[in-house]
């Protein structure tokens, strides 16, 4: 039955476990916007709430994601300063 329920819970959210392990096996190129980002992330917490082995692709993620938002913020800073 659990087996059952993490296989329909894949399913419900469109994603099977190879696709997951494949994103997290390799990096991430930079031409992936941020919004798919999270959309992945979104997807992976749930993956996360039915199996914790999705814990690292989950933190992968959330850490890129907060990589992205850093090197935003530095851009915005360094065009502000060079714009006066």
Known sequence: MIRAL???GRELIGIS???IHKLVLSMLP???TI????EARIKVAQL????RVYL???ERLENEIA???HEDDLVARAT???NG
Do not use: C, G, M
């Open 30 to 32: 930079r031409n992936i």
């Open 6 to 8: 993490i296989q329909s």
């Open 56 to 58: 690292p692709i989950f």
């Open 35 to 38: 919004e798919r980002l999270q």
């Open 17 to 19: 476990k190879i696709t």
């Open 48 to 51: 996360v709430l039915i199996d």
């Open 67 to 69: 990589t992205r938002h």
């Open 80 to 82: 502000a300063i060079v």
